[in-house]
């Protein structure tokens, strides 16, 4: 696709500079190093987002986008929509900033990320998963009030998990392709922003489990397509569709979709554990399933291992040989 087709739907470069700045002293810049595993099919290097304070990336863009609104509009406190990730970032950031806080969120999330919400002082509101989704969709909620931080599709919020590309091509500058995990797109689309202002000839890629992989359908098909959708370990991402806001821009600027399945996602991370001593929650570890499947190609690839919330029941279920 002609560069020009795609520079309307980047996050601007100075935004993503600006989120930098703005969050510095709160988020980790986080290390980026190499997976050890002596037969991997290329040279795989991990963004490890796991070392964030709430153990994911939700930090910087939801760091990004409070701190980048005046005073006056929080009076009322915030509130978002999130399976547990995004949720624990915004009651993280809420906390520190003195705000009340709600987040809304599936009745079936894992009960440690549940936990993880509430401990940090947030009142959580548990909802059925088609009304959570509706949620996100129409940004309206009856019983909660106050500004919405939503969890991906928020330009703000894009350009704080931007700053994750600058990172990885000021750390790896011959890097050749980034694998990065697409639940509502916030990420992937933020990463791949920052990578194709500066260094256009990278590839970036979405990853995706089998259990719910509307995007890489979509771009199979061409335009958005529904696909079957059923719950797994792997929260966090899989949906029956892709988000109406988000299709545009990530059609665009993303490479294509890798999708792995539920016993490569439970391998990846017990492989993660042996052989880097990283923990990894399902959709961080789907990157590494991709790339150690060699979907990705050759050459340098990143994979950005996106958080580290994972229940102990599933992590004991992998490391004993099982998939949840």
């Not at 079936?108 to 990320?113: I, L, S, Y």
């Not at 259990?211 to 696909?227: F, H, N, Y």
């Amino acid at each position: 696709m002609p560069k020009n087709r795609k520079d309307g739907f980047l996050i601007p470069l100075d935004e993503i500079r600006a989120a930098r700045k703005r969050v510095f002293g709160d988020v980790i810049r986080t290390p980026l190093v190499r997976l050890h595993l002596p037969d991997a099919p290329a040279e795989i290097f991990l963004k490890l987002e796991t070392w964030q304070p709430v153990g994911s990336f939700k930090l910087r863009g939801a760091g990004n986008a409070m701190r980048a609104i005046d005073w006056r509009q929080l009076a009322r406190g915030v509130w978002t929509a999130s399976a547990g990730n995004m949720g624990r970032a915004v009651a993280w950031y809420a906390r520190r900033l003195g705000l009340p806080c709600k987040v809304v969120m599936p009745e079936d999330a894992p009960t440690v990320k549940l936990a993880a919400v509430r401990e940090l002082g947030a009142h959580v509101l548990p909802v059925p998963f088609a009304d959570y989704q509706a949620i996100q969709r129409t940004r309206r909620c009856a019983q909660v009030d106050g500004l919405l931080i939503h969890p991906f599709a928020d330009p703000a919020v894009m350009a704080g998990n931007g700053v994750i590309g600058l990172e990885i091509l000021e750390d790896l500058p011959d890097v050749d392709a980034i694998v990065v995990p697409y639940g509502g797109g916030g990420l992937s689309c933020g990463i791949a922003s920052a990578v194709r202002a500066l260094e256009p000839g990278v590839e970036v890629y979405a990853s995706e489990v089998e259990t719910g992989a509307p995007l890489a359908a979509s771009l199979a098909a061409g335009r958005p397509v529904e696909v079957d959708y059923r719950p797994s370990f792997v929260t966090g991402m899989g949906a029956p569709f892709v988000f109406p806001e988000m299709w545009p821009r990530a059609s665009r600027l993303l490479d294509g979709s890798l999708v792995v399945s539920l016993q490569q996602v439970a391998d990846a991370i017990r492989l993660l554990i042996e052989w880097n001593h990283v923990v990894a929650e399902g959709a961080g570890a789907t990157p590494v399933a991709a790339a150690l499947s060699g979907q990705a190609g050759g050459g340098r690839i990143v994979c950005v291992v996106s958080g580290s919330n994972i229940g102990l029941h599933e992590l004991t279920c992998i490391l004993q040989g099982g998939v949840p």
